[in-house]
């Protein structure tokens, strides 16, 4: 390490602690492995100390890495589905509107939770999310369009009764 790259960590854990925070806590639903991901993630930004172009390409980078130990997470580890939605509404600030479609996300398939999160909580678009996660630009769109018809259908649903 050079003199000046522990400033640079630190400066970069506070700005995407958050965001990389909420991204594992939403695709792994249990808080203990949202935080070994999490700590994962800068242990191996700390190791590899990748030389990067920009903000974009370091926030882009983070993001990949936290998704892939967050997969690895998933298939190795018995997974608790069972997400205490409180301490998600503590952490998000969200209304009760809000809560009421993050439970329809956290209910969605793994693969069309982590498209919803990145493109609508995080702002990435499509060409963005498809790079992130290592699959087409089409496989993207047929994502969140079927989420977003299946949230659609559940929050008409949730209406009629």
């Known amino acids: 390490m050079h003199p000046g790259d522990n400033c640079r960590i630190e400066e970069t854990i506070r700005k995407?602690?958050?965001?990389?925070?909420?991204?594992?806590?939403?695709?792994l639903a249990n808080e203990d492995q949202a935080e070994d991901a999490l700590q994962e993630t800068f242990i191996r930004y700390m190791k590899k100390a990748p030389k990067l172009n920009d903000a974009e390409?370091?926030?882009?980078?983070?993001?990949?890495?936290?998704?892939?130990?967050?997969?690895?997470?998933?298939?190795?580890?018995?997974?608790n589905t069972d997400l205490n939605i409180d301490?998600?509404?503590?952490?998000?600030?969200?209304?009760d509107k809000s809560t009421e479609?993050?439970?329809?996300?956290?209910?969605?398939p793994q693969k069309h939770k982590e498209v919803?999160?990145?493109?609508?909580?995080?702002?990435?678009?499509?060409?963005?999310?498809?790079?992130?996660?290592?699959?087409?630009v089409s496989a993207v769109k047929k994502r969140l369009q079927?989420?977003?018809?299946?949230?659609k259908l559940e929050l008409e649903k949730e209406e009629t009764e």
Do not use: P, Q
């Not at 890495?65 to 998933?74: E, G, L, Q, W, Y």
């Not at 919803?116 to 087409?136: R, T």
């Open 57 to 79: 390409h370091e926030k882009a980078w983070l993001i990949r890495v936290a998704t892939n130990i967050c997969r690895d997470i998933s298939r190795f580890r018995l997974r």
């Open 101 to 108: 479609i993050l439970e329809l996300v956290l209910n969605l």
């Open 16 to 27: 995407y602690s958050n965001m990389l925070y909420r991204i594992c806590l939403v695709y």
């Open 116 to 136: 919803i999160l990145l493109h609508y909580v995080e702002g990435y678009k499509v060409n963005e999310i498809s790079e992130l996660l290592g699959v087409s």
């Open 87 to 95: 301490d998600f509404e503590n952490y998000c600030g969200t209304d």
């Open 146 to 151: 079927y989420a977003r018809e299946k949230l």
